[in-house]
């Protein structure tokens, strides 16, 4: 696609780039789309290579699922928060969990010390999963549960909470991220080693494909690879790298693709450079949708749809003068909707200094239905298609991410390059590019580099209860001493079995968690098994 003179930049003019480093020229026109064919690029809303929508009405027919991060402290909290989002107007909960439970540690256990219910709800086991749904109605609504490497526990729990209110495995609908390379490449909650880690994640499409057909086996993540510190580009990039690996590992199980592919989804981050988000999403889809056609011969239309969920940008979020996120977060939130997302979190404006208060979860979610009810955003589809600078640019952008899917390819794949540290050192440069632009004043963050203020005014700090791990360590220790132990030895030891072997693992794990063990004592079975991974060991 060829620059005309006339959008050429002025002698000595400065130069405007996006996130990725893509240049921006002071015009767009015609000529800058010389090559591009609507039908190959675009195609309809609704059909191959959906690059503008999975859907042929999109919102005409209904908004996005509104979700507001939820999961703090105890689950008697969490389910607190989760009505009153409800009564809100949410329409879909999605929960965090504490690091001892993402890390596969009970809330007695040494390492969990300081950390229970901090950064997300604790959960050890069926019994805090009781509290944590109580009084909701799990076969209305969908739940997404940020949760890697102990993702298929946390799915069990919830299942098994389900049938215990009578509710049968079609009926549950709702995503576990369960994207355990994003975790090696830029976030560190993993467990296992990759190899063993892949197989629970395949183990668990496959229990799913069986046992619970409408929920979505895994959130392909980027979000987390941008908060890193990526560009736009390489947050595409690595997660599609991620997603390949994902379906060659469950083909290579032996899965046909049109059996698991309807359900996986992605994760995506919604940043400030409104049109350079845009095309991401875009250009997303349309890789998505070829690389299932061409590479992997999917022929079920929903195999090849890009499905997925945006959360704002948390990185993005400053602690001086924190009511300007709101607009950072209305900005971010018009991007998702323009780019066709399926669901959304905004987040609180307060949530760089802790936990968002129940006035910032409110004022986020009023953000959504703002732009979702007044903006006029959803009255027609895909609505920038045909821009010349949205169309330029959603071609640069799959041009430079599918440029990364080839060096990843010649490097032997996602996990290959994850151990080779290829992604992670990638992202780094990319980080130390940005931090040094904002500290340089090239990139101005308003309230940071610029337009400062003298004092900072005091801003309201969501509260932790301190007695709250003292409470979970009570109830983790009761469900021990309250249990049949001899039935939860046989389970666990089922499961430390199946493990050596070559079964489905949640099988045998469903059934230790019926009995009562719990979230650690799974885990512990399976590092002994698989061992721990060790960066660079």
């Not at 510190?229 to 599609?240: C, K």
């Not at 791990?469 to 109830?475: A, D, I, K, M």
Request: contains cysteine; aromatic residues 8%.
């Amino acid at each position: 696609m060829g620059v005309t003179p006339q959008c050429q930049e002025p002698e000595g003019a400065p130069e405007h780039q996006t996130d990725s480093g893509i240049a921006i020229h002071p015009v767009y026109r015609a000529g800058d789309l010389d090559d591009w064919d609507p039908d190959v690029q675009l195609g309809e809303p609704g059909t191959y290579p959906y690059t503008r929508g999975i859907h042929p009405d999109m919102y005409r027919s209904k908004l996005w699922t509104m979700r507001q991060y939820a999961g703090f402290g105890s689950a008697e909290a969490t389910n607190q928060r989760f009505k009153f989002l409800l009564d809100a107007g949410q329409t879909g909960l999605s929960c965090a969990f504490d690091l001892p439970t993402q890390m596969g540690y009970d809330s007695d256990h040494p390492r969990a010390e300081g950390e229970v219910g901090k950064v997300g709800v604790a959960i050890d086991s069926l019994a805090d999963m009781r509290l944590l749904m109580a009084d909701l109605p799990m076969d209305k609504v969908t739940t997404s549960m940020t949760i890697n490497a102990t993702g298929a526990i946390l799915l069990l729990l919830y299942q098994l909470v389900a049938e215990e209110h009578g509710i049968p495995g079609d009926k549950i609908r709702g995503t576990i991220q369960n994207d355990i390379l994003k975790e090696y490449i830029a976030r560190g909650t993993y467990i296992y080693p990759p190899r063993p880690s892949m197989r629970l994640i395949v183990d668990t499409f496959a229990y799913c494909a069986a046992k619970l057909p409408n929920w979505n086996t895994i959130s392909i993540s980027g979000y987390h690879i941008r908060e890193a510190g990526s560009t736009a580009v390489q947050e595409i990039a690595f997660t599609l790298a991620n997603g390949i690996a994902y379906v060659e590992a469950a083909i290579a199980a032996g899965m046909d693709i049109d059996a698991f592919a309807p359900r996986l989804s992605f994760f995506w981050n919604a940043h400030n450079n409104l049109f350079e988000e845009v095309a991401k999403y875009r250009a997303a889809r349309r890789m998505w949708a070829r690389i299932m056609t061409e590479r992997f011969g999917a022929s079920d239309e929903r195999s090849k749809m890009l499905r997925f969920h945006t959360q704002t940008g948390g990185s993005t979020l400053t602690a001086q003068q924190p009511e300007n996120n709101i607009v950072r977060v209305a900005v971010q939130t018009l991007a998702a909707a323009l780019g066709g997302t399926q669901s959304l979190h905004t987040n609180g404006f307060d949530e760089a200094l802790g936990l968002p208060t129940t006035r910032a979860a409110k004022i986020a979610l009023r953000t959504q239905q703002v732009v979702g009810f007044e903006s006029g955003v959803a009255d027609t589809v895909d609505p920038l298609a045909g821009s010349y600078y949205v169309e330029s640019l959603t071609d640069q952008v799959e041009a430079a991410a599918t440029a990364y899917l080839e060096r990843i390819d010649e490097l032997g794949g996602a996990v290959a390059a994850i151990e080779a540290r290829f992604m992670q050192e990638e992202i780094e440069v990319a980080a130390y590019s940005f931090a040094k632009a904002v500290d340089d004043g090239e990139k101005v963050v308003v309230g940071v580099n610029r337009f400062t203020d003298a004092e900072q005014e005091p801003a309201e700090v969501f509260p932790i209860d301190v007695k709250l791990q003292e409470l979970q360590v009570e109830r983790t220790r009761s469900v021990r001493a309250a249990r049949d132990q001899r039935s939860v030895d046989r389970a666990l030891a089922e499961v430390a079995q199946t493990a050596r072997g070559e079964g489905n693992l949640l099988v045998p794990m469903k059934v230790a968690l019926k009995q009562m063990a719990t979230l650690g004592e799974v885990s512990d079975v399976l590092r002994n098994e698989f061992g721990v991974y060790q960066p660079g060991g």
